[in-house]
């Protein structure tokens, strides 16, 4: 049985994170926290976009009072990032997150540890220790066993507890320490294991680096959620995790847009074609191979082994159905008759046809 | 030893593919391969960004005869993508290029295929073989399997003739079907392999796709050339193969950027900064880890494992150098003194703090 399926499970709101095969999205606000209006806005945007879980930053306590509000006006599970004061967890809770993330061994004092697993016993919510490769006490060197050996750390405090409803982290920014962190964690402890590659840049390089590392992890059946951090709007990570998650087969009802490099073979305006059909997907909940392609070379090919498809040629296209040419048409007139043929199918219909 | 060491090794213009531990970026042009100016003026802008082979395609006699001029005129391998016709071969390897893409099993006649393997023989240059999922004969099943027999029609016509210096590429739109066909047919061939997720999409969801296809390959030692296909300016193709490549240690000289994701502590507008310097650093061949950090929580820590960095605040930021803090900068200076620390930086120093 592998780590994701294994691993104990918890209850994050109305989902239970680890002992299935399930993989949960989740993503962080980049909102003022204290600013309801924008950061409940900016959760429902997110939500739209596949997000399943939310983190939230709590600075201070009115951040954290605010958040009985929000939870209010949201449908997903919300999580408190807290730092160092454990009034700002307690307070937390009391406003009814459904998780908080926390490392109890930045909390000095014992019985304030106490206080906050106490509260969190009562309200049956899970906690995340979360392990930085950036931040490790006493100017450890960033390895695995590092991370791992301060994972223990925290977990050890919890557990003295008696307190199990916990999640781990072992992020880096380095990728290839991030993936042997989260293996070794893997094998030592029996808490679900939320993935992430920490600072990972901007959101073409950085969704590289997090697809690599987080999908890696994912391959081998390791983690139970992930969260792809982007310095851009957040919306950017759900579109990556739901990408990586697909390509994985960890997710369906996710379309998939299938559409050829652009090469000197091409006769049309492709790029743009494909640009626009992948934004309309992006609301669509089917599961749904959509090929776009340049020119009669892999064209047909390709597009006849997709749910829907064209291949075109100068001026016009051929539009394909399930394997089958349905009819040709004009350049103008490609977008709109994608859009129809996508609103139109019905993927609770497999076809023999349909291959990779 | 991985199959990327233990292939036979094929000679491309200046390198040799195969039986190394070395990995090789290609791209192809979408210009009109006998537009000679603009195809030359892409490969140009491909090379500076770190493009180690180039590819056009021949559609016909027009394109062939255009070759030799290109091949004057750049400093990489030039590669010439042919289908179905000989004579366009036989004219591309006349021409000059380094290496073409070629299906034997194609061409109808048997004494049409030795003519182009007597005349790659002679100029000492290679034939990649490049089997796609999406056409493979007589309306196969895109399996591992089926692209692997096909790739061996295609091997043993070459091989009968003595023909050895080939390269394969066994390429999938489906990720999962194109990781295990290239596992399959590393252990069924000694020839090097070019790596790619065919029709993987656009810019951003493509990227990610071919990250995890070409990334868990090379991660288990498979592959020894990599084209990552985007619908889309195929600089973005080069830009996503080095960080691929760097994220797995194979590939120095290119810098990384760590950024954090926003989040509701950031008091400075980071993203603007972050992309600025990410579009700087292309155009960087040191090995460099610049960190732009949005608060305190994480920020120092981060950066301070950073060749340089800053942690930003309200309306200022720290610079730190090797783990050392330099000084206080306003924000408004931020961009050009990063810039100027990236110019002075010597990256033949290392430094004994210097992690991930």
New interface residues.
Partial sequence: MTQRESSRPVTVGKYQLGGNTKVYIQS??????KDVEA?VKQIKQLTEAGCEIVR??V?DMV?AHALGEIKKQISIPLVA?I?FDYRLALEAINQGVDKIRLNPGNIPKREHVMEVVEACKAKNIPIRIGV????LPNRM??TPENMVATAKHHVDILESMGFYDIVLSLK??????MIEAYRLAAKTFPYPLHLGV????????????S???I??LL?EGIGNTIRV????N?I??I??AK??LK???LKDKVPN??????????QYD??DI??RI?QYLLKVNKTINV???GCA??GP??A??ADIGIAGGKGEAILFRRGKIIKKIKESEVYDVLVEEINNFDDSIQDHEK??
């Fill in positions: 962080m606000t980049n909102t003022y926290t950061t939230v930053a600075l951040d990032d730092h930085n490769s950036g931040s060197a960033p880096a920014t380095d990728m290839n320490l920490t600072e990972a840049g901007t959101a073409f390089s950085g969704a590289i680096k697809a690599m590392g999908g890696i391959a951090s982007l310095t851009d957040p950017l990570e579109q990556a990408e990586i390509n994985l087969g847009l299938i559409s050829c490099p652009t090469c000197g073979r091409i492709m790029i494909a640009k992948e090929a776009i392609m070379v892999n090919g390709e006849t082994h291959g990779a």
